[in-house]
C-alpha cells in the first residue's frame, strides 16, 4: 500500500466505491497510475475528458487564463461568460446561459427557474430511473430508490412516472404542473433511450399545456453521443437545457441553457452562485467549444459506429444487449455475472471503464480514440468475457 493510500483510508469520508489505486498523470487518451503503468481510458472520468487529458489547446487557454486573473465574481462583467455563452446558445438553439460548477447545481437552477417561470405552478414531471445529482432539489427529482433511500423526508412537487411511456406523462399533468424534466438518454440507469416519437409526442403535450420540457444534458451534453447535445437526435427543441461534465474538460463548470420566454421570469438577485462561471473553467470550455467542429462530431458518431458494430459482432453470450449513441455505450451482462467483475478485470488488463444501472458496462471514451483503441478494447473485453464463460462452465461441471 502506497502512502497516499494510507492517508485517503484515515480522513477522507468513505462515501465512495473507490478502487484502490490511483492516478498519478495523465496524457491524451492514457492514464497511467502511480506505478507507471498504461491505461486505455474508456471513461474519460465519467463522460467528462471528452478531448482526453492535457490537451495541448485546453491547457494553453487555461496556462494563458491563469496568468491573467483567476476569480472576480458575479458582480463584475466577465466576457468570457460571454463567449462561451455565445457557442452554447449557437449549439442549442436556445437564448440566454447560467453557469454554475456541477450537474446538480445545474438541475437545481433549472428547477428554480422552471417553478419561477410557472408563477405559482410549482409541480415537476420526472422520470423513474432518472439521475439528476445529489443535492435535496435534484435527488427528489431523480428516480431511483437506491439514491433516494435514506434521506427522507425529500422535497414535495416532484412526480415520477414510467420512462418511455406518454400516456402516463400525459395522466401526470395537473394545475400544478409547471415542467417536464428529463434525460433523452438514462445514463446512470444502464444507457437507457428515448423513444423518437415519446420525445415529440412529449413536446406537444409541453405546448398544449403551457409547461416547460427541460432535458437534463448533464451526462450526454457536450458531444457525447455525436450531437452537440442528445436531443439534437430527434426533432424537437427544449426550451430548457442543463449541462456540465464535459463543458470545460475537467474543470468544474455547469450551467442552464433557456429560451427568451423563460429568461424573461429570471430577474437579478433570485439566483446565484461564487464560483459559478469563473474564468478559469469557462477558459477551458472557450477551447472546448472551438474543438467541438462539425468534424468531431462527424467522427464521434462514426467511431461510435464502428464500437457498437465490433460489439455486436461478438455476439457473445454473456452480452445480454447493447445500448448507446456515440461514444455513450451500455452493454448489459447477464445476470449470473457481476459487472463489476468485468469492470475490475478491463483495469486489471489495463483499460478504464465504468458501470451503471441494469448490470451494465458503461464505455465513455474520449473522443481522440481510434479504430484501433476499440479493437484493443474489444480483444480485451472478449478474452476476460470467454473466461468467465469458462469459469461458470466448470462450475456447473
Ligand atoms: C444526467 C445527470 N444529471 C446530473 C448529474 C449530476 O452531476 P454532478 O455529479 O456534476 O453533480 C449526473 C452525474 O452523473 C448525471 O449523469
Known sequence: MSKHDTIINNHVLK????????????????LYDTKGQEYLDFLSGIAVTGFGHQHIAIKTAVENQLNHIWHTSNLFEISLQETVAAGLCKFSGLDKVFFCNSGTEANEAAIKFARMRGNGRYEIIAT????????????????????????????????????????????AVTENTCAVF???????NGIIEADKNYIKELRNICNEKNLLLIFDEVQTGIGRTGKFFSYQHYDVLPDVISFAKGIANGLPLGGVICNDKVAACIKPGCHGSTFGGNQISLASASAVLELMTPETLTDIEALGGFLMAKLHALQH????????????VGIEIIETVEVKEIASLLLASGVVTGTAGNNTLRLLPPFIIDVFDIGIFIDKLSGILNSLCETILIKEG
Open 128 to 171: 423513474e430511473g432518472s439521475f439528476h445529482g445529489r443535492t435535496m432539489g435534484a435527488l427528489s427529482m431523480t428516480g431511483q430508490a437506491k439514491v433516494r433511500n435514506g434521506f427522507a423526508p425529500l422535497l414535495p412537487g416532484f412526480v415520477h412516472v414510467p420512462f418511455n411511456d406518454i400516456n402516463a406523462i400525459a395522466n
Open 317 to 328: 453470450p454473456l452480452i445480454k444487449a447493447i445500448r448507446g449513441k456515440g461514444l455513450m
Open 15 to 30: 462515501n465512495y466505491n473507490r478502487y484502490s489505486m490511483e492516478f498519478a498523470s495523465g496524457s491524451g487518451k492514457y
Open 182 to 188: 428529463l434525460e433523452v438518454i438514462q445514463g446512470e
